[in-house]
């Protein structure tokens, strides 16, 4: 019985974090919510700006922006590669697929990379349309990562985008629990893609 007064100060401690956690709906940001970066004048791309610039999420050389907001478990990162150089390596390991237009074996390319480093357990079917122009593919993906030994549920989003002289790979992900909070904010960010 004495201890009764603990539980309840213990519960009520709690429940903010249970909020919290249960997603709270969509996210719902204004255009004035969003910063527009530039990457020199190779292209720009608006994302929250709650997201900070970092260096951690990847380091592959082609990696030409990272932002992230690791409360919110929220991450952008984006990979531009030389059309050329995609193409040849794309063939290189058979996968290029004379049917499917530049874009399309790129996005191809790139799910089947990214499905060697998680373990996908639902992917969305593709969609094809025309960002700022450009021709561009948008993919969901999720699965199961392990990272640093625990294996998390994770949601990517995807757009794979045809550029003047370089393919670009934009991707945005959180956990999986919050795939329905961020989805609005992150199509926004996949779309608003510029050369």
């Given at each position: 019985?004495?201890?009764k007064?603990?539980?309840?100060?213990?519960?009520?401690?709690?429940?903010?974090?249970?909020?919290?956690?249960?997603?709270g709906?969509?996210?719902?940001?204004?255009?004035?919510?969003?910063?527009?970066?530039?990457i020199?004048?190779?292209?720009?791309?608006?994302?929250?700006?709650?997201?900070q610039?970092?260096?951690?999420?990847?380091?592959?050389a082609?990696?030409?922006l990272?932002?992230?907001?690791?409360?919110?478990?929220?991450?952008?990162?984006?990979?531009?590669?030389?059309?050329?150089d995609?193409?040849?390596?794309?063939?290189?390991?058979?996968?290029?697929?004379?049917?499917?237009?530049?874009?399309?074996?790129?996005?191809?390319?790139?799910?089947?990379?990214?499905?060697?480093?998680?373990?996908?357990?639902?992917?969305?079917?593709?969609?094809?349309?025309?960002?700022n122009?450009?021709?561009?593919?948008?993919?969901?993906?999720?699965?199961?990562?392990?990272?640093?030994?625990?294996?998390?549920?994770?949601?990517?989003?995807?757009?794979?985008?045809?550029?003047?002289?370089?393919?670009?790979?934009?991707?945005?992900?959180?956990?999986?629990?919050?795939?329905?909070?961020?989805e609005?904010?992150?199509?926004?960010?996949l779309?608003?893609?510029k050369?």
């Amino acid at each position: 019985m004495k201890n009764k007064p603990y539980w309840m100060i213990f519960a009520l401690a709690l429940m903010p974090w249970l909020i919290s956690s249960c997603g709270g709906g969509p996210e719902k940001l204004e255009e004035t919510d969003f910063q527009e970066i530039k990457i020199g004048n190779e292209y720009s791309l608006k994302i929250p700006k709650y997201l900070q610039k970092t260096d951690s999420l990847q380091t592959d050389a082609a990696v030409t922006l990272q932002y992230q907001n690791n409360a919110k478990q929220a991450y952008v990162i984006v990979l531009g590669e030389t059309k050329g150089d995609s193409a040849e390596v794309i063939k290189d390991i058979k996968g290029y697929n004379d049917k499917l237009s530049i874009v399309q074996n790129y996005r191809d390319f790139r799910i089947k990379y990214t499905k060697d480093v998680i373990k996908v357990t639902k992917e969305y079917p593709p969609k094809s349309l025309k960002i700022n122009g450009l021709d561009a593919e948008i993919v969901n993906i999720d699965g199961v990562i392990d990272h640093q030994g625990k294996e998390g549920p994770i949601a990517y989003s995807m757009a794979f985008i045809e550029g003047k002289d370089k393919m670009y790979s934009v991707m945005a992900w959180t956990s999986l629990k919050q795939r329905a909070h961020f989805e609005d904010t992150f199509q926004k960010i996949l779309t608003s893609f510029k050369q």
